[in-house]
């Protein structure tokens, strides 16, 4: 099936560094969704992307959709502890279900 | 509102032997979709079911298997285990289901072949 990539795979952050990762296809995508996973835990919605261009605001947190819709990004400002875990982005539309990213691994160094 | 809940939490069977794992939506929910969760592979989805009916389907052999009851909770099979069928398998319920929907991840089912 149609991929989506994401990266970067890992991210080191110090508490209170900025923290970003991206998504991306090489085809347009109908919508784009972002999730959590921490730690033995299991994926939490966290936004859902539609429209060209979208920005979506969540506390620190910030989503985009590309305004070509073939890519998005979520972006932490201040990154805390409690944001540990990792974010997948997850490709809609199809019959394959959402197709997820292999997701991005936050890591943060107190 | 409660959660999807799945059972059991954690599984291990011999290869060759067969497993039904249980999956209860969100009341209300009327899709069930599962995925496999694996280090090497990520999260890929292996079926959705909507009122009892397969919906889609994803890349996975003929040996995974689910259903879905009239009171929306579904079950997952997977016959004639293979040491690679190791893995989390999660299931996530939706209100209608399709992709334009927020997904609501349970717990997840850890299974381990040996």
């Known amino acids: 099936g149609q991929q989506v990539m994401q990266i970067p795979q890992y991210q080191h952050v110090q508490e209170g560094e900025d923290f970003t990762t991206y998504c991306n296809s090489s085809?347009?995508?109908?919508?784009i969704q972002w999730y959590k996973q921490r730690p033995g835990g299991h994926p939490v919605f966290l936004i859902q992307?539609?429209?060209?261009?979208e920005v979506k605001k969540q506390k620190r947190l910030t989503f985009q959709f590309g305004e070509a819709k073939k890519n998005s990004s979520l972006h932490i400002t201040a990154t805390q502890t409690t944001d540990v875990g990792t974010y997948f982005c997850?490709?809609?539309?199809?019959?394959?279900?959402?197709?997820f990213g292999k997701g991005t691994h936050l890591i943060i160094q107190p | 509102k409660a959660g999807v809940t799945q059972t059991p939490r954690y599984l291990i069977k011999t290869r060759g032997q067969q497993v039904t794992l249980s999956c209860s939506p969100i009341?209300?929910?009327?899709?069930v979709s599962w995925y496999q969760q694996t280090p090497g592979q990520g999260l890929q989805f292996l079926f959705e079911?909507?009122?009892?009916?397969?919906?889609n389907k994803g890349n996975f052999p003929g040996r995974f298997s689910g259903r879905q009851f009239s009171n929306s909770r579904s079950e997952m099979n997977v016959s004639t285990l293979e040491l690679g069928d190791s893995a989390l398998y999660l299931c996530?319920?939706?209100?209608?289901?399709?992709?334009?929907?927020?997904?609501?991840f349970g717990p997840g089912t850890r299974l381990t072949v040996t």
């Open positions: 079911y909507f009122s009892e009916t397969q919906r």
């Open positions: 996530a319920s939706s209100l209608v289901g399709g992709t334009l929907y927020e997904q609501y």
């Open positions: 085809t347009t995508l109908s919508n």
């Open positions: 992307l539609v429209k060209s261009g």
């Open positions: 997850a490709k809609g539309g199809g019959a394959d279900g959402l197709t």
């Open positions: 009341s209300g929910h009327r899709s």
